[in-house]
């Protein structure tokens, strides 16, 4: 993700200990344009900790959730 803005900030940024940590990690994604496909990725490979595409543990989370539901509607 040569284009990404998380490239010039230091990585511990993207892994916050609170909310606040998390909000200022987010702005950095703000207007990033691999948002979408670094939020893919950690979607797929699971990962479980830090921000990610703009989006929290929490909401990435939720996003997978939504998904199964939405494969076993379809199924």
């Given at each position: 993700?040569?284009?990404?803005?998380?490239?010039?900030?230091?990585?511990?940024?993207?892994?916050p200990?609170?909310?606040?940590?998390v909000?200022?990690a987010?702005?950095?994604?703000?207007?990033?344009?691999?948002?979408?496909?670094?939020?893919?990725?950690?979607?797929?490979?699971?990962?479980?900790?830090?921000?990610?595409?703009?989006?929290?543990?929490?909401?990435?989370?939720?996003?997978?959730?939504?998904?199964?539901?939405?494969?076993?509607?379809?199924?």
């Amino acid at each position: 993700m040569e284009r990404a803005r998380c490239r010039e900030v230091p990585p511990n940024t993207f892994f916050p200990s609170d909310g606040l940590g998390v909000e200022v990690a987010k702005t950095v994604c703000d207007g990033c344009t691999v948002t979408e496909p670094c939020l893919e990725y950690a979607l797929e490979q699971r990962i479980e900790h830090g921000v990610w595409g703009g989006c929290s543990e929490r909401q990435r989370r939720r996003i997978r959730r939504e998904r199964r539901r939405l494969e076993v509607v379809a199924a």
